[in-house]
């Protein structure tokens, strides 16, 4: 499976404009540019909550697929947010643990200067 391509032809990650940049070995990587559109402030760009979730949830899911080659819908996702993202975001994700069920990837959203943005944990089905 072209795992960068299966995620970038979602509908809704294509929309906010999300990259998965890689995807290999239980890891993955992916950003999205801020653009007006994205923010929750009309005076700065400040990334809406929801962008932010959905980068981490998207490449979480990337890392996980990279061992299955299999699509993994989402089962849960847990997020703290730290900072508001105030640049285009990047996230690194990893999976923690791959189960007969389920697996549980944990993924660190930071912002163009490498600063915190969110830390997320996310499990995923995985039969």
């Known amino acids: 499976m072209d795992i960068e ?16 940049t890689e995807a290999a070995e239980g890891h993955a990587e992916g950003h999205v540019p801020m653009r007006p559109e ?33 699509p993994v819908p989402t089962v849960d996702m847990r997020i703290d947010y ?8 990047h996230a690194e994700a990893d999976v923690l643990r791959r189960g007969g069920s389920v697996g549980v990837v944990s993924v660190q959203v930071t912002d163009e200067e490498g600063t915190p943005v969110a830390d997320a944990r996310g499990v995923y089905k995985t039969d």
């Open 38 to 70: 994205l923010s929750w402030n009309e005076n700065q760009l400040m990334a809406h909550g929801g962008v932010t979730f959905t980068l981490a949830d998207t490449v979480g899911g990337a890392a996980l697929v990279s061992l299955t080659d299999q």
């Open 5 to 20: 391509s299966f995620f970038e032809g979602m509908p809704f990650a294509d929309l906010l404009g999300i990259d998965v």
């Open 82 to 89: 730290l900072e508001a993202g105030t640049g285009d975001l």
